[in-house]
């Protein structure tokens, strides 16, 4: 058994993908996943490179067999859970008028829907790292959009307030078998899910992957009377979002 593990979703790409590599740094075992395979076998070649133990389950986190697929290969393989990172998430533009349920559903389940759904497939193995130090940790990845409703990005902004609230409901429910989470509530940041606005606000002006890999680093070394509850990350100027670029 390994001295640390975690699960890290979205570890394809992006903000996943540079937390995988740092807690792959801190000493932790890892199971990687997202739904597309090729991209999360790169994913996965790439953490071995760096020296990273790990396996990689391609998975639609929309769909709770998947998750119990996730959590099953992780418990087999490590038998342990210090540090989950709920971080899929996809975010879809539409106007209210024109709202495709399909894309409300795909929001609705990857965002919101499979976070309750690891917290209790995981919770023994939390409850146990928690038993041994008073430290295990769940980071939930929120955005900016879920404190500040935004025009188009309605359901997105939805969720992540959902994903806001349910990170506090934990820390009232968990405190006490030493599970912290944290919801990282970034505005812009440079990765793949934010070229779509690359030509208004330059990937070089956003929030960079390693401030959010810094802010999780420092929750990794925080003490057990120490509860973070949420990091919000903006613009200069206090700039949010869609509307501010
Ligand atoms: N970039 C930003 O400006 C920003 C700001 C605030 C919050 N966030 C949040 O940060 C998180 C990571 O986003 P990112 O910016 O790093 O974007 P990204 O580079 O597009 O990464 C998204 C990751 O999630 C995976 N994913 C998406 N839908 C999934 C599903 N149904 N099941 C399993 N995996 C799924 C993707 O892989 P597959 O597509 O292959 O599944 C990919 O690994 C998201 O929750 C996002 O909402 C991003």
């Not at 593990?5 to 979205?10: E, L, R, Y």
């Not at 739904?35 to 076998?41: A, F, M, V």
């Not at 940790?137 to 025009?151: F, I, R, W």
Request: glycine share 8%; hydrophobic share 45%.
């Amino acid at each position: 058994m390994p001295q640390r593990a975690a699960i890290v979703t979205g570890a394809s790409s992006g903000i996943g993908l540079a937390l995988a590599h740092l807690l792959g740094q801190e000493g932790h075992a890892l199971t990687i996943a997202a739904r597309r395979p090729e991209k999360l076998d790169s994913a996965r070649a790439e953490l071995e490179e760096a020296g990273c133990d790990v396996v990689a389950v391609a998975a639609d986190l929309g769909d709770e067999d998947a998750i119990r697929r996730v959590v099953a290969t992780h418990r087999e393989r490590h038998d342990r859970l210090d540090v989950l990172v709920n971080n899929a998430g996809v975010g879809i533009g539409e106007p209210i008028g024109e709202l495709t349920t399909r894309k409300l559903d795909i929001q609705l389940a990857t965002n919101l829907r499979s976070l309750p759904i690891f917290y209790r497939e995981c919770l023994d193995l939390l409850e146990r790292a928690g038993a041994d130090d008073r430290n295990a940790l769940v980071v939930n990845t929120a955005s900016v959009a879920g404190k500040h409703g935004e025009a188009w990005l309605s359901v997105y902004s939805a969720t992540k307030a959902g994903v806001i609230a349910f990170t506090q409901s934990m820390n009232a429910e968990l405190h006490d078998r030493g599970i912290k989470s944290t919801a990282l509530c970034p505005a812009f940041v440079d990765t793949p899910m934010t070229d779509f606005i690359k030509d208004r606000l330059p990937a070089e002006a956003m929030i960079q992957v390693s401030d959010v890999v810094e802010s999780v680093r420092f929750l990794l070394r925080t003490t057990p009377g120490c509860v973070v509850p949420e990091i919000v990350f903006t613009g200069p100027g206090g700039a949010l979002g869609v509307q501010s670029a």
